[in-house]
Nanobody, 125 residues
Framework: QVQLVESGGGLVQAGGSLRLSCTAS????????MGWFRQAPGKERDFVAA????????GIADSVKGRFTISRDNGKNTLYLQMNSLKPEDTAVYYC??????????????????WGQGTQVTVSS
């Protein structure tokens, strides 16, 4: 099992930027996807972006394409989500997740085995 700890959330005005971090510890990550999901109150948990830990392939949701960028630092076991041009509809709890049963970018929450505690992102209009 891998432990994940997110940081970097907060309150920002529309048009602003935030960078989320997720530090992993525990098992070796291997070439599995790590991703970011978000969940707004009363809504399902939605895919935001994912990256294959070893080869760096990425996938990103259409709703954030061109505004958000996912990256990772293998040496620091840390995953990042750079969020620019934030909109009020980006307001949600953002979760980091790690998979160990799939060797491709996965967009469904059920494909992921480990989750962080979440970090709140609030974008004011």
């Amino acid at each position: 099992q891998v432990q994940l700890v997110e940081s970097g959330g907060g309150l920002v005005q529309a048009g602003g930027s935030l960078r989320l971090s997720c530090t992993a510890s525990g098992r070796t990550l291997g070439n599995y996807p790590m991703g970011w999901f978000r969940q707004a109150p009363g809504k399902e948990r939605d895919f935001v972006a994912a990256v294959m830990w070893t080869d760096g392939r990425t996938g990103i949701a259409d709703s954030v394409k061109g505004r958000f960028t996912i990256s990772r630092d293998n040496g620091k076991n840390t995953l990042y989500l750079q969020m620019n041009s934030l909109k009020p509809e980006d307001t949600a709890v953002y979760y980091c997740a790690a998979a160990r049963r799939t060797f491709s970018i996965a967009t469904m929450p059920a494909a992921y085995d480990s989750w962080g505690q979440g970090t709140q992102v609030t974008v004011s209009s």
